[in-house]
C-alpha cells in the first residue's frame, strides 16, 4: 500500500534547495528524500521560474495554511456562533449582514472569516448547503468577470430617455422612483418581474401567469403598483426591453412615467441589476415559473424585503419603505 502524502518538512525543503543549487535532477533529488520527482517539480515551479529558496519557501507554506485554517478554528471552537452564522446563511443572508448584526452581541466575526469557513469545508451536503446561501453559488471562490453584451433590441415607440429624467432621481433623497425589469425562467418562456424602489431598496416581485409579453407585463406591473399611495409612485427605470412597449398605457394606468436606459447600460438601473442578482438565490437559472404558485412568490418577496442592506445602515427595506407610507402627502 502506498503511504499517505504528508506536507514536505522544513529540512526537505532545505534539502531541496541545495541539491537544486548544486544542479541535481529531480529524479535523485526525489529518490534520496523518499518522494515523487512530482511532489519536488511541484516545490520548484511554486516560485515561478525564480531560484528556489527553502527560507521563502517555507514562509509561504505557513502563509498558506494560516490562511486555510483562519476561518476554520473560530467557527470549529464555538458552537454557539456556528449556529447562528448557519441559521442566517439558510436564510440568504450575506456575511457582511451576519458580522454586523453580530457587533451588538458577545459574539464576533468577519465577512471574510465566514467566507473563508464555508470554503475549506469537505463536499457535502453541509458546503452545499451553506454555498447555496451566498449571492452567487460558486463551488470555488472566483475573480470578478467584466464586460457586458451589446444590446440588438428594436426601438421602443415614443420613449423617453433616461437623459430626459429629473435630476432628484439619481440623488435617491426623495422617495417614488423606481427601477424594473424581468427575471427570465426556463427556456426563456416563462419569468418574473421586479420592481425596486430605489431611495429604500423596497422590492415588488410580479407573477406573470399569463406571459411576459408586453400587454401582460403591463397589466400585472400596473395591478401590484396600482394600490401604492401617489408619494411613492413617480417615475420608472427601464431597459429597453420590448415588455415595456405599452409604456404610455401604462403611465395612464398607474401615473408613473416611464424613463428608458440607454441600450447596454445596465449600470444605468443598478439598484434592479444587484436585486435580480440576489434574487437568483431563491430563482436560480432555469427556474420554470409557471411551476411557482404567487404565494411562494410573495413569501420570497417577504424574506427578501426583512435582509438588512448595508446601504441602508443595516436596516430592512420593508422598514424603510413602511416608514414612507406612513408618511402623510
Known amino acids: ?181 424581468l427575471i427570465i425562467g426556463k427556456n426563456k418562456r416563462t419569468a418574473i418581474g421586479t420592481l425596486v424602489e430605489r431611495t429604500t431598496r423596497y422590492t415588488v416581485i410580479v407573477p406573470l401567469p399569463n406571459g411576459k409579453d408586453a400587454v401582460s407585463v403591463r397589466k400585472a406591473f400596473a395591478k401590484e403598483l396600482r394600490l401604492l399611495p401617489r408619494h411613492i409612485k413617480k417615475t420608472l427605470t427601464y431597459d429597453q426591453g420590448k415588455e415595456m412597449s405599452q409604456h404610455k398605457t401604462f403611465t395612464i394606468d398607474t401615473g408613473i412615467q416611464v424613463y428608458f436606459a440607454h441600450p447596454g447600460s445596465p449600470w444605468e438601473r443598478g439598484t434592479n441589476e444587484n436585486t435580480n442578482g440576489l434574487l437568483r438565490q431563491y430563482f436560480p437559472k432555469g427556474t420554470d415559473f409557471d411551476t411557482i404558485p404567487r404565494r411562494t412568490i410573495k413569501k420570497v418577496q417577504n424574506e427578501f424585503n426583512e435582509r438588512p442592506r448595508k446601504t441602508l445602515n443595516f436596516s430592512t427595506p420593508k422598514e424603510k419603505f413602511n416608514a414612507l407610507v406612513a408618511i402623510e402627502v
Open 1 to 181: 500500500m502506498p503511504k499517505p502524502y504528508t506536507r514536505l518538512s522544513d529540512a526537505e525543503r532545505e534539502e531541496i534547495s541545495i541539491r537544486l543549487e548544486q544542479g541535481e535532477c529531480l529524479r535523485s533529488i526525489g529518490r534520496i528524500l523518499g518522494r515523487p520527482a512530482s511532489t519536488v517539480k511541484y516545490e520548484r515551479d511554486r516560485t515561478r521560474g525564480k531560484p528556489y529558496r527553502a527560507h521563502k519557501a517555507m514562509k509561504d507554506a505557513a502563509k498558506k495554511a494560516s490562511s486555510r485554517n483562519k476561518g476554520k478554528s473560530k467557527m470549529m471552537k464555538d458552537l454557539r456562533l456556528r449556529a447562528f452564522v448557519h441559521a442566517r446563511l439558510r436564510k440568504h443572508w450575506s456575511p457582511e449582514q451576519i458580522s454586523r448584526t453580530l457587533e451588538s452581541t458577545d459574539m464576533t466575526i468577519s465577512p471574510e472569516t465566514i467566507y473563508q469557513y464555508i470554503y475549506v469545508l469537505p463536499r457535502g451536503s453541509l458546503k452545499k448547503t451553506l454555498i447555496g446561501g451566498l449571492r452567487q453559488e460558486h463551488a470555488y471562490r472566483r475573480k470578478n468577470g467584466k464586460g457586458e453584451r451589446a444590446e440588438t433590441r428594436g426601438k421602443i415607440a415614443d420613449m423617453l430617455s433616461i437623459e430626459e429624467r429629473p435630476e432628484e432621481v439619481a440623488s435617491r433623497t426623495i422617495p417614488g422612483h423606481w427601477e424594473g425589469d
